[in-house]
């Protein structure tokens, strides 16, 4: 069974550019989540989608972060315009549903270094 | 909200050392508890979880037991090897709203031969 796909895995850009990540999760799996990861601390939840609906982007920062699972399959995140503190690792996870304690399985991450 | 706190790192350890990493939680209820872990390069993956108070998970030797008056569930290992170094993450599920994972901030583990 194929994992969750992440891409690209790294991407260096500089502030007020924007970017594109990718994520497809494993199949069949009806909930996808984003991650940020900042270095030396955990991941933190931006966006979860439940099929194609948004179920919490609570911490979202929606000025400048927007997500999509149009088909409620794959889905991608954008950043616009960057900012310096954007700097961290976006990981994608997916799990069979969100109830109960279902196991989320993390693809690798896409790496963002903004200068 | 619901919180994880783990024991700061880095840590370093002799190989067959015994290994134990704190995590207490604050959360309303009882959530489910989880050991992740990021090997160098790679994604995260789960180690180990349990689900109710008093379950003890356990993989690859490593076993945490969910303690509901101490709210801890802190990961233990008798005797770790080189192999096990990495980034140790102890996170919690929480009972309402959408039930998102919460992490702690990861514990850094080297073990030296």
């Known amino acids: 069974e194929a994992g969750v796909a992440q891409s690209p895995r790294y991407k260096i850009i500089e502030k007020r550019q924007s970017v594109a990540f990718w994520c497809n999760p494993i199949s069949g799996h009806a909930t996808l989540y984003w991650y940020q990861q900042i270095l030396g601390q955990g991941p933190k939840l931006l966006i979860q989608?439940?099929?194609?609906?948004?179920?919490?982007d609570s911490q979202l920062p929606k000025d400048r972060f927007s997500a999509e699972r149009l088909k409620g399959v794959d889905s991608t995140l954008k950043i616009q315009p960057a900012k310096l503190e954007d700097s961290a690792v976006y990981l994608c996870?997916?799990?069979?549903?969100?109830?109960?304690?279902?196991?989320?399985?993390f693809g690798p991450g896409t790496r963002l270094l903004v200068l | 909200g619901d919180s994880v706190t783990q024991m700061e790192g880095p840590v370093t350890l002799s190989e067959e050392a015994f290994l134990t990493i704190n995590c207490t939680y604050t959360a309303t209820g009882y959530p489910s508890l989880f050991w992740y872990v990021q090997y160098p390069g790679e994604g995260l993956q789960l180690l180990l979880k349990?689900?109710?108070?008093?379950d003890k998970g356990s993989n690859k030797g490593f076993e945490a037991t969910y303690r509901k008056e101490t709210t801890s569930f802190h990961l233990e290992k008798g005797s770790v090897q080189v192999s096990d170094s990495a980034v140790y993450f102890c996170a919690l599920k929480g009972i309402q709203g959408a039930q998102k994972l919460v992490f702690g901030q990861g514990t850094r583990l080297t073990i030296n031969p």
């Open positions: 996870a997916s799990s069979p549903a969100w109830t109960g304690e279902e196991t989320q399985y």
């Open positions: 349990a689900t109710k108070a008093d």
């Open positions: 989608f439940q099929n194609n609906g948004v179920v919490d």
